[in-house]
């Protein structure tokens, strides 16, 4: 079992930025790939952004490409995800989640956090 717990989330003007962390605890961080997902309200969740276990690759959705990055630091079993020049188009809840291997896809992704909102006004 992999424990998640998102925090970070808030009000933000547009523009600005917000970094998300992902605190796991239980399995070997190390051993999972890691992503962020967000979902709007009434819509199924979408990818936002992956990074391998232990190399550092990473892997994005085209909306967010150039704004946003992941990192993940294994000594300290968090994963973060650097939101610049947001848009209120980027509102929506964000999840973190983990997988045995790397995935843009919500099927492959066994463990998930309660989730954290993001609200971008004008």
């Known amino acids: 079992q992999v424990q998640l717990v998102e925090s970070g989330g808030g009000l933000v003007q547009a523009g600005g930025s917000l970094r998300l962390a992902c605190a796991a605890s239980g399995r070997t961080f190390s051993s999972y790939a890691m992503g962020w997902f967000r979902q709007y309200p009434g819509k199924e969740r979408e990818f936002v952004a992956a990074i391998t276990r232990r190399d550092g690759g990473t892997y994005y959705a085209n909306s967010v490409k150039g704004r946003f990055t992941i990192s993940r630091d294994n000594a300290k079993n968090t994963v973060y995800l650097q939101m610049n020049s947001l848009k209120p188009e980027d509102t929506a809840v964000y999840y973190c989640?983990?997988?045995?291997?790397?995935?843009?896809?919500?099927?492959?992704?066994?463990?998930w956090g309660q989730g954290t909102q993001v609200t971008v006004s004008t």
């Open positions: 989640a983990a997988s045995s291997r790397i995935a843009s896809v919500l099927r492959e992704y066994e463990y």
